[in-house]
């Protein structure tokens, strides 16, 4: 058996978890933020059997896509000076897979 942690966007989660559940694939959803943009991610933690480890990363694929988009980023030169946005191009999307061994599983 294997543990797949996936991180993903807030937007992709729902359809994925839809995709996921469809396949009759137990999900728990953990909200998280992510560091870098401090925007919302949520994180989903999945045991599933060894043999169906390729056929979750496939359905993540298909619904976790990167893409780009334009952000501030503010900057300051000095206190009491004024902010400064300054646009940023950034790719979003897409997500981080954790796959760990599970040693024990235990349903009660």
């Known amino acids: ?3 797949i942690i ?10 994925l978890v839809d995709d996921l559940m469809e396949k009759e694939y ?19 933690l999945m045991g599933v059997e060894d043999d169906s480890v390729d056929e979750v990363i496939r359905i993540i694929e298909d619904n976790c896509k ?6 501030s980023l ?5 206190p009491g ?5 300054y646009p940023l191009e950034v790719k979003v999307g897409g997500a981080t897979l954790f796959i760990l061994d599970v ?3 235990i349903k009660i």
């Open 1 to 3: 058996m294997k543990l």
């Open 6 to 15: 996936a991180i993903v966007q807030d937007q992709d989660a729902p359809s």
């Open 26 to 44: 137990r999900v728990t959803k953990l909200a998280s933020t992510g560091g870098f943009l401090k925007s919302g991610n949520t994180t989903l």
């Open 66 to 71: 990167t893409r780009d988009i334009t952000t």
């Open 74 to 78: 503010l900057t300051v030169s000095m």
């Open 81 to 85: 000076d004024t902010y400064i946005p």
């Open 103 to 105: 040693e024990k599983h």
